[in-house]
């Protein structure tokens, strides 16, 4: 069987990686939420020898991820761990690196809270939190792209969405985390930096 392929990921982790090459450069456990396919995780831990990568999610995503992890292996790529932010059973180690992508927006709201209020007890102090993905901004969506893709996350799901980033932003600050970054990124995107004060 195949292994599963995202084109967006192959498209977007070279200039994710420019900046988490930056912002984790003295980190050195890193937890992935939402490893999906496993393309990011396998990418960023050759590119970040010094980091210890964790990748995690549910259950069923780990045979695909297991594919990548066989194929593109490296000493600091971690088996992935099952993690369902709604469940009490989060990891008991501490990280100083934690990094999501594109799992917002696909999330009902009650497991995006979930996701900053376990991330905020996983990190260590000083530790920082990068999510990748589209965001709006008080409520407005500038690219025609993202309303489009806004309205067909609507139409699959009630729950799913581009989420408003002040609301992120305060679930962040709930967590015990600073802004630090919102970066500009490809395709409509953002990648926001958040410090554990």
């Not at 497991?111 to 939190?129: K, N, W, Y």
């Not at 139409?155 to 970066?183: P, V």
Request: charged content about 15%.
């Amino acid at each position: 069987m195949d292994k599963p392929f995202s084109q967006a990921c192959v498209n977007n982790q070279a200039i994710i990686c420019e900046i988490l090459e930056r912002v984790f450069s003295d980190k050195y456990n890193a937890l992935e939420i939402g490893s999906g396919t496993g393309q990011h995780g396998v990418f960023f831990a050759n590119k970040m020898p010094h980091l210890s990568w964790q990748m995690s999610d549910q259950e069923h995503n780990h045979t695909g991820i297991k594919r990548w992890v066989s194929d593109h292996p490296s000493p600091n790529l971690l088996a992935p761990i099952a993690l369902n932010v709604l469940d009490d059973y989060w990891p008991t180690a501490h990280y100083d690196a934690i990094y999501s992508a594109n799992t917002a927006h696909i999330m009902p709201w009650d497991a995006v809270v979930a996701m900053f209020s376990g991330a905020g007890e996983r990190l260590s102090s000083g530790g920082v939190f990068c999510l990748y993905g589209p965001m709006k901004y008080l409520g407005v969506l500038d690219a025609q792209s993202n309303i489009e893709f806004d309205y067909r996350l609507q139409q699959q799901s009630s729950h799913q969405g581009i989420r408003e980033f002040h609301d992120i932003n305060s679930l962040a600050i709930a967590a015990g985390m600073i802004l630090r970054e919102d970066n500009s990124m490809p395709a409509n995107n953002r990648l926001i930096v958040w410090q554990k004060s």
